[in-house]
Nanobody, 120 residues
Framework: QVQLLESGGGSVQAGGSLRLSCTASGDSFVFAAMGWYRQAPGQQRELVARVGKLSITYVEFSVKHRFTIDRDPAENTVYLQMNNLKAEDTAVYYC??????????????WGQGTQVTVSS
């Protein structure tokens, strides 16, 4: 019944920026954790960033100086601001959420994914 709807993906040149949005619908509760995974062609899906209880955030080391995650609990929405994009950031980005645990290793829900393509 819960749906995670992503938006904001697209094509951008290296050095550009994109802002991804994910809004949960179909339920009224606030998730314990929401965040973003990404999967490049031929690669495993990896956690990019998450925000949990008390707005505690985690950003993967390789992108921590370029990406920022934030959340609006009132709207059940999570954002990923991506700056200084590189070609290696090209991937499908998936929104993920977990009901009662701030650890997003095992999400309860997944979005459909939004394509991010970075050209040099």
């Amino acid at each position: 019944q819960v749906q995670l709807l992503e938006s904001g993906g697209g094509s951008v040149q290296a050095g550009g920026s994109l802002r991804l949005s994910c809004t949960a619908s179909g339920d009224s509760f606030v998730f314990a954790a929401m965040g973003w995974y990404r999967q490049a062609p031929g690669q495993q899906r990896e956690l990019v960033a998450r925000v949990g209880k008390l707005s505690i955030t985690y950003v993967e080391f390789s992108v921590k100086h370029r990406f920022t995650i934030d959340r609006d609990p009132a709207e059940n929405t999570v954002y990923l601001q991506m700056n200084n994009l590189k070609a290696e950031d090209t991937a499908v980005y998936y929104c993920a959420a977990r009901k009662f645990d701030s650890d997003l290793t095992f999400p309860d829900f997944w979005g459909q994914g939004t394509q991010v393509t970075v050209s040099s």
